[in-house]
């Protein structure tokens, strides 16, 4: 079954940066739509990003815009999130997302039911 494993979060101040990885394992990683998402408590999960692995098309939230960026390795199979300039309201478990179609949809990208496969997520935290 197709695994997914998130690594990277932690906890850094206002302003610091991190790097998350997502390791696919036993999925089909070429011309699929993978993405990012994040759950605070008390909150619904919502989209960060997500990338189309067959090409460079990205999709973002307003929320991350310029400050998070989405990036793969597809010799690795592994996908990435870049996060700079973090801020307080950036804490979450965040979880890697994967889905069988063969594109992104700049409609439905965000939206939890797009995906097929979900990882455990990794916290990250900002404090102020």
């Known amino acids: 079954q197709v695994q997914l494993v998130e690594s990277g979060g932690g906890s850094v101040q206002a302003g610091g940066s991190l790097r998350l990885s997502c390791a696919a394992s036993?999925?089909?990683?070429?011309?699929?739509?993978m993405g990012w998402f994040r759950q605070a408590p008390g909150k619904e999960r919502e989209g960060v990003a997500a990338?189309?692995?067959?090409?460079?098309?990205?999709l973002y939230a307003d929320s991350v815009k310029g400050r998070f960026t989405i990036s793969q390795d597809n010799a690795k199979n592994t996908l990435y999130l870049q996060m700079n300039s973090l801020k307080p309201e950036d804490t979450a478990m965040y979880y890697c997302?994967?889905?069988?179609?063969?594109?992104?949809?700049?409609?439905?990208?965000?939206?939890?039911?797009?995906?097929?496969?979900w990882g455990q997520g990794t916290q990250v935290t900002v404090s102020s």
């Open positions: 997302a994967a889905n069988s179609r063969p594109y992104c949809s700049r409609t439905y990208w965000s939206a939890r039911s797009f995906y097929d496969y």
């Open positions: 036993r999925y089909t990683y070429n011309n699929r739509c």
């Open positions: 990338i189309y692995t067959g090409g460079s098309n990205t």
